[in-house]
């Protein structure tokens, strides 16, 4: 699949345009289906949009929040991506806590992907998928030169480059399994990712695709 590259002139612009489609695709998710399965990126990239977000008029109690990857760390740490969602989004929504679902990376890397793919087993395909870049290529926790089983839906991670080591993350497969990925990409520090995504070079996130639309958002910066 071709990404869409659409390049934004400020960091307002991009979030609104982030903003816009996961209003857009729960409303379209909820008419039609009765729920809006959503997959949260980590980082700090998506801290502001998801900021902006708690103010959208959404029938919050029908989402359903999934994560992308998570750190193995105890759920109140700060580098946790459920832990920064819950302080810009989740503690300010209407969504029943029984309709987040954390990766309970706290387990461990094993114990919490088989966990996680207990939980993915009875659930169909995503309805958006948020993703950021890495600076190396990376996405979620899949990072360049590793390799991953994607008959699965979450994996471990060990040996990150980037500490915590020890993570979980969804499949490329996995992640794939929805109507619409958007790639959210900030920051002068990503260019050189995306020079080599758009060259062909085989990136963890190249490796993503959709059923539906796949959309890369930028800033000026990571553009140039």
């Not at 979030?15 to 700090?44: K, M, P, W, Y």
Request: charged share 20%; hydrophobic share 40%.
């Amino acid at each position: 699949m071709i990404p869409r590259w659409t390049i934004f002139s400020s960091d307002t612009k991009l979030c609104n345009a982030v903003l816009d489609i996961i209003v857009q695709s729960a409303a379209e998710a909820i008419a039609h289906r009765g729920r809006f399965d959503i997959v949260l990126a980590g980082g700090t990239t998506p801290r502001k949009i998801y900021q902006e977000l708690k103010k959208a008029q959404t029938d919050w109690a029908r989402w359903h929040v999934w994560y992308g990857d998570e750190r193995c760390l105890p759920p109140e740490d700060a580098e946790r991506n459920s832990k920064m969602a819950y302080d810009t989004l989740l503690r300010y929504v209407a969504i029943p806590t029984r309709q987040i679902h954390p990766i309970p990376a706290e387990l461990g890397a094993v114990n919490a992907a088989n966990n996680y793919n207990r939980q993915l087993a009875m659930l169909g395909d995503f309805d958006l998928v948020l993703l950021g870049l890495g600076e190396d290529g990376h996405t979620a926790s899949l990072f360049p030169g590793d390799t991953w089983d994607n008959g699965e839906a979450a994996i471990a991670v060990s040996g990150a480059p980037k500490p915590p080591s020890d993570r979980v993350s969804l499949t490329a497969s996995r992640l794939g399994r929805a109507k619409k990925v958007v790639f959210i990409v900030t920051g002068a520090g990503k260019k050189l990712a995306v020079g080599g995504w758009k060259r062909g070079v085989p990136l963890p996130a190249a490796a993503i695709t959709s059923k539906g639309t796949l959309d890369v958002f930028l800033d000026q910066p990571a553009a140039a």
